[in-house]
């Protein structure tokens, strides 16, 4: 089955700026989740989707990130308006459901850099 | 909440040789999951074992296997025969089995450990 995708693979803006990113899911997965990766950190939870709803958005710095997920398949994630400190990976990741023993499946991320 | 801490920021092994990566993990919940993530430069997370917490068996994967102490809340990996391609950050991350709203399945991730393979 095909992966993740995600695009655009690398990203270069000024602060103040505005950027999203998209993520396809593999078909047939209900659960999207956004990760932002900081550099020498592990990746941490921005948003988790179940279908097209919101299951949990409580780390997402919400006066300038949003998140969305038409139709229950492809997500984007905006920053707007960008800082320095958002520089990071974000990673988006898939599962068929919430159930336990469901694996996930994870893109190659985008890489923002905020100059 | 959850924390996972790895405490080797670096590691390095010899090809061929085995070599053991920490992590120690903070929770208060009885039924988990664990787990030990592999990424390579492409930044893709793949995953390597996968340990529930009521099974007191250790889990192994060809050539990776873990050490899961629940009472002290230990989890670490070790990579038996080590390949050039084993080179990567890896990432220890706990799963708990919250089943519904926020928390329900998240994957909570140490700071990783980067690993090199000396030919």
């Known amino acids: 089955e095909a992966g993740v995708a995600q695009s655009p693979r690398y990203k270069i803006i000024e602060k103040r700026q505005s950027v999203a990113f998209w993520c396809n899911p593999i078909?047939?997965?209900?659960?999207l989740y956004w990760y932002q990766q900081i550099l020498g950190q592990g990746p941490k939870l921005l948003i988790q989707?179940?279908?097209?709803?919101?299951?949990?958005d409580s780390q997402l710095p919400k006066d300038r990130f949003s998140a969305e997920r038409l139709k229950g398949v492809d997500s984007t994630l905006k920053i707007q308006p960008a800082k320095l400190e958002d520089s990071a990976v974000y990673l988006c990741?898939?599962?068929?459901?919430?159930?336990?023993?469901?694996?996930?499946?994870f893109g190659s991320g985008t890489r923002l850099t905020v100059v | 909440a959850q924390t996972v801490t790895q405490s080797q920021p670096e590691m390095s092994v010899q090809e061929a040789e085995t070599v053991t990566l920490s992590c120690t993990y903070d929770?208060?919940?009885?039924?988990?999951?664990l787990f030990w993530y592999k990424q390579p430069p492409s930044r893709q997370m793949i995953l390597v074992i996968r340990?529930?917490?009521?099974?007191?068996q250790n889990a192994t994967e060809n050539r990776f296997s873990v050490n899961f102490q629940k009472a002290a809340k230990s989890f670490s990996l070790k990579i038996s025969d080590s390949q050039l391609g084993d080179a990567a950050m890896y990432f220890c991350?706990?799963?708990?089995?919250?089943?519904?709203?926020?928390?329900?399945?998240?994957?909570?991730f140490g700071k990783g450990t980067k690993l090199s393979v000396i030919p």
């Open positions: 929770t208060s919940e009885s039924d988990y999951y």
């Open positions: 989707f179940q279908n097209n709803g919101v299951v949990d």
């Open positions: 078909s047939g997965h209900a659960t």
């Open positions: 340990q529930e917490a009521y099974k007191q």
């Open positions: 991350a706990y799963r708990s089995k919250i089943t519904s709203g926020a928390g329900s399945y998240q994957l909570t």
């Open positions: 990741a898939s599962r068929r459901g919430q159930g336990g023993t469901y694996g996930y499946t």
